[in-house]
């Protein structure tokens, strides 16, 4: 493991997170914990017509948590639930150790969280915000 | 071999060399003395203790019996049927909660505990009273950790058969007045189970001074392998007491439809033993009393001093617990403002600093102190100066690291 690990877009988005706000008008939510961290947030997203068309998380938890959840909103608010689908099964693959170049580039800044592939102890901590997305699609994200 | 009583006396600082280990409340390392007792049992005494009528057979049962009067002398008991070898503090506390607490709790009565107590001092007492309808009640302590005689005075009452808590918080690294304790338990018809998991590797216990009732610790917090442990209960208790699990070695006669149960202590050590974990952990006592308590805890307080001046000084670093050096026993539990434990560790992590961070297994207590969770360096004699200051070095720039400016 390298020394700057955390690195300037993980701290950053950390300390000045974009998305990390109540949202009155989101048309779902679900709480997402990693019981043995004490990560616990809260995602909401506001669906219409098929679009994310907002986004947002509350809660408390470690950078990682923090910072990886905050990237994937910035990633998929503007689009469909098909393409955050789609993000997450590119972010599952890069802390998997499986990512291709191409699937990298396509990731954008949470390609910064790419060395977490070799912290098997922080994996929890980066996938929290996406599973938690994962589940919320499945269930209400789903049926629109 | 003779031993040195430093690092070079433990075989993984060689395989590992540029490690600081500051997870010693969690587990401690082995010095070569301890792995070549284990070796040795297994290469030259290692039968099933207890029951064959062969030469090897007899070795290991001796091997076995002396680790168990080991433990005797060096907790104080008066006989070695109050020595009950168990895997660790954990299983030793589930013997009491199932086998005296299954006995004598009923609805009604009430176990207190104190709020700072591991989760492995807490949920049996919780299932214990879950079933039988008995009441679970919290002692609290004040932000320190402190707990004084008058809030245990006022939180006895004539239905309490038990009270539950540590010589040494790991969170908080405070000493617990045991002593105190047990005399106003006993005033007050209340039975004492005192956790010596944190105190026994660090401070000299002497459970008939002490006056505790029960008394548990783990081998491998005290340099012996893990998967070793023992209970000390106050003789008449254990005699009294139904078995905590049933099978081999702990029968005198079985029939078709019942069973007589062996003496003190093989009634609770059912079961092929841990005869190898046995022979290292009286190796660790040896290596222990060998180097002294005064010793150990001459080193471990100095080093505790100086990583709590030190850390006093860097801002936004929080100390939970007391003011006071002295009170903490070579436990630093710590927060930095800003960052979260588990970035702490892994910042510690990335320069080969080994530390604790989460809840400690001691969920209610940060309930209480209000925070979710928090760091924690622990200390042994084995460490160095150096540890601390390299230590230090990173807990200095951890902020930075973060993004802060400061």
């Known amino acids: 493991m390298t020394d700057n690990f955390y690195g300037e877009v993980l701290t950053d988005h950390n300390l000045h997170p974009l998305h990390k706000h109540d949202l009155p008008t989101a048309t779902c939510c679900h709480e997402g914990i990693n019981s043995t961290c004490g990560d616990d947030i809260v995602l909401n997203l506001e669906i219409k017509d098929g679009i994310i068309v907002n986004g947002s998380f509350t809660g408390s938890g470690c950078a990682i948590s923090q910072a990886s959840a905050d990237i994937m909103l910035e990633l998929v608010i503007g689009r469909t639930p098909e393409e955050a689908r789609h993000y997450k099964e590119l972010f599952f693959k890069m802390i998997g150790g499986e990512i291709t170049e191409d699937e990298l580039e396509e990731l954008e800044e949470a390609g910064a969280l790419q060395n977490v592939a070799k912290m098997p102890a922080r994996v929890k901590c980066a996938l929290l915000g996406w599973r938690t997305m994962e589940t919320l699609l499945d269930g209400e994200g789903g049926a629109q | 071999m003779s031993n040195s009583f430093t690092k070079s006396d433990f075989p993984v600082f060689d395989a590992y060399k540029s490690l600081v280990y500051l997870d010693n409340s969690a587990t401690q390392q082995k010095p070569a003395a301890v792995l070549e007792r284990v070796e040795k049992y297994y290469r030259e005494e290692n039968a099933n203790p207890l029951r064959g009528l062969y030469d090897l057979s007899v070795k290991a049962t001796e091997t076995y ?47 207190l505990v104190a709020i700072s107590e591991h989760h492995s001092d807490l949920l049996p007492w919780q299932i214990l009273t879950k079933e039988t309808g008995a009441e679970l009640k919290y002692l609290e302590c004040d932000e320190t950790g402190r707990y004084t005689a008058d809030s245990l005075k006022a939180a006895l009452t004539d239905r309490t058969k038990l009270f539950c808590i540590a010589q040494i918080s790991n969170v908080f690294g405070r000493l617990n007045p045991i002593k105190v304790f047990a005399d106003i338990c006993h005033a007050n018809g209340t039975l004492i189970v005192c956790d010596g998991a944190q105190s026994v590797p660090h401070t000299a216990v002497d459970v008939k001074s002490l006056g505790v009732d029960f008394l548990v610790f783990s081998g491998h917090k005290m340099l012996a392998p893990m998967g070793i442990g023992g209970l000390y209960g106050r003789k008449e208790l254990l005699e009294k007491m139904p078995p905590f699990l049933y099978g081999g070695e702990m029968i005198d006669t079985v029939t078709r439809c019942g069973a007589t149960y062996a ?28 180097l002294g308590f005064d010793e150990i805890e001459r080193r471990e307080n100095e080093l505790t001093a100086l990583a709590f001046s030190e850390m006093k000084k860097i801002p936004h670093v929080n100390i939970i617990g007391a003011d006071d050096a002295d009170d903490h026993h070579g436990i630093l539990t710590f927060t930095v403002d800003g960052v979260h434990p588990h970035d702490i560790a892994a910042i510690f992590d990335a320069e080969n600093i080994a530390i604790r961070a989460g809840h400690h297994c001691a969920q209610p207590l940060h309930q209480f102190l209000q925070t979710p969770s928090t760091a924690r360096m622990s200390l042994a004699f084995y460490n160095d100066e150096e540890d601390i200051q390299r230590f230090i070095g990173v807990l200095r720039t951890l902020r930075r690291k973060m993004g802060y400016d400061g």
Request: glycine share 10%.
């Open chain 2, 263 to 290: 003496e003190l202590p093989h009634k609770f050590e059912a079961g092929t033993v841990n005869a190898g974990g046995a022979a290292g952990l009286h190796a660790a006592i040896d290596y222990i009393t060998e």
């Open chain 2, 65 to 111: 019996e002396n680790a168990r009067e080991a433990v005797r002398r060096f907790l104080g008991a008066e006989s070695t049927k109050e020595i009950v070898f168990t895997r660790n503090a954990t299983e030793s506390l589930n013997l009491i909660a199932y086998s005296w607490g299954r006995a004598n709790i009923k609805a009604g009565d009430e176990i």
